[in-house]
């Protein structure tokens, strides 16, 4: 059986041999499992609605554990706090613990986008910008994960 990464979330380091357009250094890629045994594969973003990327066809299959070692684990999109204050060149900050959603770039990087809250709205939600901020790879691993739960179906 083939050393292979667990599911999820990749920027690669280095080309993928035989695949050096599709998988070249530097990019974001997800790393799934075909259902029924059918093995792993890789795949590249298709594409973003809500900050979140969505994965399509084509895949290919993950037969080179070599090159797979060189992935660099990302963690997964979705809710988090932040460890620290952020502060802006030109003024402005977004404090430590608020709620950020985390997304990435094509390239693989962290982008962090604050929720908000409209004081004079008639909904009691937050709201994210698509327009965030790219963080690096030190403030990405130390983001705190931030257990929100999706809803299905209508509120009651």
Do not use: C
């Amino acid at each position: 059986m083939l050393d292979l990464p667990e599911n999820g979330l990749y920027r690669t380091t280095q080309p993928m041999t035989g695949h050096e357009e599709t998988f070249p250094a530097g990019v974001l890629v997800y790393v799934g499992e075909l259902p029924n045994g059918g093995g792993k594969f890789v795949v590249r973003p298709g594409s973003n609605r809500r900050n979140r990327w969505f994965w399509g066809d084509p895949t290919t299959p993950l037969r080179q554990p070599t090159w797979a070692r060189t992935l660099k684990q990302l963690p997964s999109e979705g809710f988090y706090t932040l460890p620290e204050t952020l502060e802006f060149e030109g003024g402005g900050k977004w404090l430590k613990n608020a709620i950020v959603q985390l997304g990435y770039d094509e390239r693989g990087r962290g982008i962090v986008f604050v929720g908000q809250w409209k004081e004079d709205g008639t909904e009691n939600t937050l709201h994210f910008s698509q327009r965030g901020m790219l963080i690096d790879d030190r403030l990405l691993g130390r983001l705190l994960w931030a257990p929100i739960l999706p809803i299905t179906g209508e509120l009651q």
